[in-house]
């Protein structure tokens, strides 16, 4: 495991993890919270044993979970239940915006949960257009990356609508897409850009190909 990591930082890959949507800190039930607090800290204990950096730079990134009809209490039992995570999850955990216009915008985040435990939020691009918390593209974008620590590139993430991409109005709109297509607009700011695509590696390749990228 140990080398694991050597090699990662040897050829400066960045390792991070996005653990499921059972990781549910808003949740009001104590064995799910218990859950949570268990699965997140075996990302934590892998990461050490990887010897990453104990930063956001190797982040642990999950959405904070439910609303159950109060947001501001559920944020609140979050930012509580934040405290029974270990160090190792702790000094590495992100907060994603969701792309339910119910659910958390980046503002969201900002208000209830940076502002309170100082934690970063990873800037998803297509969750964005359905959770705009009244803000554009480009203000959510700069919001999320303010909360991150001035030392470490921010990571954002980008997907596209697979509605779209296959022309079938019977998928949801949110579904993402195997391929990306449209020119990621990063408003001129130095980030990490996740391709959440179906395809995987072989959606970035085609997108590095069709605008003109060279691989670092």
Known sequence: MYSAGVKAKTHNVRITSHPGPFNV?????????EN?????????????????????????NIHIGGAYGDKESAMKR?????????????????????????????KDLYEGVYKKIGIPIVFDYHHHQFCTGGMSEQEALEMA???WPKDIVPVVHYSESRRDEQLDESIREQAHSDYVYDYIDTYG????????????????????????????
Not at 36 to 60: A, E, Q, W
Not at 88 to 94: A, E
């Open 145 to 147: 990356i303010s909360t």
């Open 189 to 216: 700011h130095n980030v990490d850009i996740m391709i959440e695509a179906k395809a995987k590696e072989l959606a970035v390749k085609t997108y590095m190909e069709k605008h003109g990228i060279q691989h670092r």
């Open 25 to 33: 800190l808003t949740s009001p039930h104590e064995h799910v919270v």
């Open 78 to 106: 979050f930012c509580e239940n934040f405290d029974l995570l270990p160090d190792s999850v702790k000094s590495r955990l992100t907060v994603e915006n969701d792309d339910r216009a119910s659910m958390y915008s980046v």
């Open 36 to 60: 949570c607090v268990g699965d997140l800290t075996d990302h934590g204990d892998v990461f050490d044993m990887m010897n990453l950096s104990r930063t956001p730079y190797n982040k642990i």
